[in-house]
């Protein structure tokens, strides 16, 4: 019976190699070849990726913005792939563009840039660029962008969203608003360094000096410290800078004034009812002096002392 079986086994095993499928050899063999391709697909994608990084590291070692034309912002901002956010601001700051509001908002893009730079938590997560309107026009062409200066965020995966446009009419361009909005959108805290700047504190020390050497000058006769017009003059200009928004501008930094890059109009009136320019506080100031000193002039004209036929002819 042991000598039976043996050839009965060789038999069953080689009628099972006979019934296996010839069609599976082809298929394992196209399932390697595609593995290998991908493999090698994901290979060349972490490459370009590590290349590309390794570029914006070096540019970000030598200055905290680099300006892109039209085929640098295709390569590392729209082209995948990219693991790293991207701050971009569209401006034109070329001197025939005649753009104030422009160079303003560069001056405080370059504080939040440099003050990422050389913070501790720099890292290759995020990168801050520029695309100059004479340097990148099929930039702003491919983006249906008709005003500078404009903030973009280009998020690592996916195309910007609605709210990664930085809301610059309402909110202004200051260095410590922009870090907020970047900060939403990327959750990278920047923490601002503004260069120091005494100004204000050589204004305030020309001021007191001034202050108390009129007094000093004027110790031995101190009634003009008792002048109630005086008084009332300093009382209106506080009053005139806080109804006209001089606050408002102080705290949000907004531009004095706009101008379309591709038409060269001036706006000085803001469009929204949230937002004004510098100069219409400067307008409102203005009228608001003007009404005050027309109702002084009418009360004094309606006190005064002279005759009164010629006041009812002042009146009519």
């Known amino acids: 019976m042991g000598a039976r079986a043996a050839p009965s086994r060789r038999r069953l095993a080689g009628r099972r190699l006979r019934y296996l499928p010839t069609g599976s050899f082809p298929f394992l063999l196209l399932l390697l070849l595609l593995c290998i391709q991908l493999g090698g697909g994901q290979k060349k994608k972490e490459n370009l990726l590590a290349e590309k990084v390794e570029q914006l590291m070096e540019w970000s070692s030598r ?123 990327t959750d990278v805290h920047i923490r601002v360094f503004r260069p120091p700047n005494y100004s204000g504190t050589i204004a305030l020390a020309l001021l007191v000096s001034l202050v108390g050497g009129l007094l000093y000058l004027r110790r031995n006769n101190l009634e003009f410290i008792y002048n109630k017009t005086g008084w009332a003059m300093v009382s209106l200009c506080i009053v005139f800078a806080m109804t006209s928004g001089q606050m408002w501008n102080h705290i949000r930094g907004p531009p004095y004034a706009h101008k379309n890059p591709h038409n060269g109009q001036v706006s000085y009136i803001h469009g929204s009812s949230q937002a004004q320019f510098v100069a219409e506080s400067h307008i409102i100031l203005v009228l608001n002096a003007a009404i005050t000193m027309g109702m002084v002039l009418l009360n004094e004209a309606a006190t005064s002392k002279g005759d009164v036929g010629k006041r009812r002819i002042h009146f009519h």
């Open 63 to 185: 200055r905290s913005i680099f300006r892109m034309n039209g085929d640098k912002f295709r390569k590392f901002i729209k082209a995948p792939p990219r693991n790293y956010s991207m701050i971009v601001m569209f401006t034109a700051l070329q001197p025939q563009r005649q753009c104030s509001v422009c160079r303003q908002a560069n001056e405080e893009y370059q504080i939040l840039a440099n003050s990422w730079r050389y913070s501790s938590a720099f890292c290759n997560k995020l990168f801050f660029s520029m695309v100059d309107y004479d340097e990148g026009t099929d930039v702003f062409q491919q983006l249906n962008m008709n005003s500078a200066p404009t903030f973009m965020h280009f998020p690592p995966k996916g195309r910007p969203k609605r709210a990664d446009t930085f809301d610059l009419q309402r909110i202004g361009f200051a260095a410590e608003q922009l870090a907020k909005w970047i900060a939403d959108r």
